[in-house]
């Protein structure tokens, strides 16, 4: 060792992490992994969107540096000999919204936004919402990297630690773990098979003690109100009035999470139009809405854009400008291009929409249908489907022949369920990695309250029929039918 070197010492880094990061808590998810892993295993557990729906399957980009054009393969296009004829070039037409431009693209943005990119969106967004309040006060959209981007924008610029958020008894957990590690206790307010139940949400806001909860009166609920993840409900417009009602009179803002709007079954396609949304009965501008082109063209566009009212979005823009300042240029120019070649709104809603929503429904009715035939109803079943990546099947554990027995708890024997279908070779995920705490249940009303999370985006159709089938067997076993 040569004079003035010393050895290495070996730096705590623990020390230097902040209060979020020691608290970052993680999906309990990602614990099911391995068994992903097992060989012959049918996977109903990930929640993600099939390759085969990304409406864009290879590109060529032109490099002047290089002085070539490479071609980026995709989805069944290995080689440039896939790509669908080159169409004779014309530029975008002066009266669309819609003007493409990777110089522009690609240069830092506006604030909100692409100019051109948000002026189309606040027009597909009167199109499809209309929010009522727009009559009295402007509402403002702005560009996100997704609506993960979007709920983490929302609780940075709105809550204060310590602040407590509602949620949906059975919550997406990338929210739940979101607000764990930014210390905003979630609190979950019962849910049926339409979603959240509305005099749960009015019992839950007149009982609220704020010595017993250890904060004040909720300023938030956080919704998926449509094919939710994990219940996959869709809450009807009825429904949705009724909790909208009980937000204005308990000052609760409501944040409604929508990235599977357009994924909901519409049984006669274009002619069944997409459900009423809280913002399209906004009368105050108490809805921040965020939606997603993660279903509708793909998760790796982290592309995503919010709605609300402009002095909170603005608010929330400033959020941004420090962290991830506006989706990729690359994502904005293609989605873009996309929308424009689909023919702009007219198109977007009358063929390509219907379209990825026919795509989707045909594997949850497909699924659904199944699960009606091979899985004894005495064990467990479904509501119908609604749309989206999921069906929730709820275990009949009241009717499990060891219920009896009150010395095994029911998170065993939900556990022992789970394992009896890994050992059949299907994977699912348990209902404990979405419950958000609230109210305390009786053993009784508990054990109609375990579920599993089926997602039948991944699979393939012979994969969905053999993995119900293996469902219902195991299911036959263990409840000794
Ligand atoms: C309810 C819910 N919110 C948000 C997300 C994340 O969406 P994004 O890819 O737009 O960030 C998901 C993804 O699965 C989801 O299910």
């Not at 506006?110 to 967004?125: C, P, Y």
């Not at 869709?234 to 999470?257: H, N, S, V």
Request: net charge neutral; proline share 8%; hydrophobic share 35%.
């Amino acid at each position: 060792m040569s004079s003035g070197e010393s050895s290495s010492s070996r730096i705590d880094y623990s020390r230097l992490l902040s209060w979020e990061a020691k608290h970052r808590a993680r999906s309990g998810i990602k614990m099911l992994r391995p068994y992903m892993s097992i060989p012959g295993m049918i996977s109903f557990g990930g929640g993600y969107p099939h390759a085969s729906t990304w409406p864009v399957n290879g590109m060529t980009l032109s490099l002047p540096f290089s002085g070539e054009s490479v071609f980026v393969p995709g989805y069944q296009t290995n080689s440039p000999d896939g790509l669908l004829p080159l169409a004779s070039y014309s530029p975008p037409p002066k009266t669309s919204t819609l003007q493409p431009h990777l110089a522009a693209e690609l240069q830092y943005s506006q604030t909100f936004g692409q100019v051109h990119f948000i002026s189309w969106l606040k027009e597909h967004i009167a199109r499809i919402h209309n929010p009522p309040y727009a009559k009295y006060e402007d509402y403002t959209i702005l560009n996100t990297a997704g609506n993960t981007d979007g709920v983490d924008a929302v609780l940075r610029t709105c809550m204060d630690k310590g602040d407590h958020v509602l949620v949906e008894e059975f919550a997406y957990p990338g929210t739940l773990s979101h607000c764990e590690s930014l210390g905003l206790p979630a609190i979950g307010v019962p849910m049926d098979s339409d979603g959240i139940v509305p005099s749960a949400l009015e019992d839950m806001m007149s009982r609220w003690d704020e010595n017993e909860r250890g904060g004040k009166r909720p300023k938030f609920l956080l919704v998926v109100p449509t094919c939710s993840n994990p219940a996959g409900a869709t809450i009807p417009a009825e429904r949705k009035r009724e909790i909208y009602t009980i937000c204005r009179k308990w000052g609760l803002m409501i944040i409604e999470d929508d990235p599977y709007y357009f994924l909901q079954i519409r049984p006669n396609g274009v002619d069944s139009p997409p459900c009423t949304s809280f913002l399209s009965m906004d009368i105050d501008g108490r809805v921040i809405r965020l939606d997603s082109f993660s279903k509708i063209v793909a998760p790796g566009s982290r592309c995503g854009f919010i709605t609300g009212p402009t002095e909170l979005v603005t608010h929330i823009m400033y959020s941004r400008e420090c962290s991830t300042q506006l989706p990729s240029g690359f994502s904005i120019a293609i989605i873009s291009s996309i929308l424009q070649a689909w023919g702009g709104h007219e198109g977007y809603e009358k063929n390509y929409l219907p379209y990825i929503s026919s795509v989707y429904s045909k594997r949850a009715i497909l699924m659904s249908n199944l699960i009606s035939k091979h899985v004894p109803a005495k064990a467990a079943t479904a509501p119908p489907p609604s749309g989206g990546m999921f069906l929730w099947l709820r275990l009949h554990l009241e009717d499990h022949p060891d219920i009896s027995d009150t010395s095994v708890s029911l998170e065993d024997l939900a556990e022992r369920v789970f394992q009896s279908l890994i050992e059949a070779k299907v994977l699912t995920v348990p209902s404990k990695f979405f419950k958000a705490p609230g109210k305390s249940w009786t053993r009784d009303e508990e054990a109609k309250r375990i579920f599993l999370r089926l997602s039948f985006a991944t699979a393939t159709e012979e994969e969905i029929t053999e993995g119900v089938q293996r469902i219902g067997r195991a299911l036959t076993k263990e409840w000794r039918i």
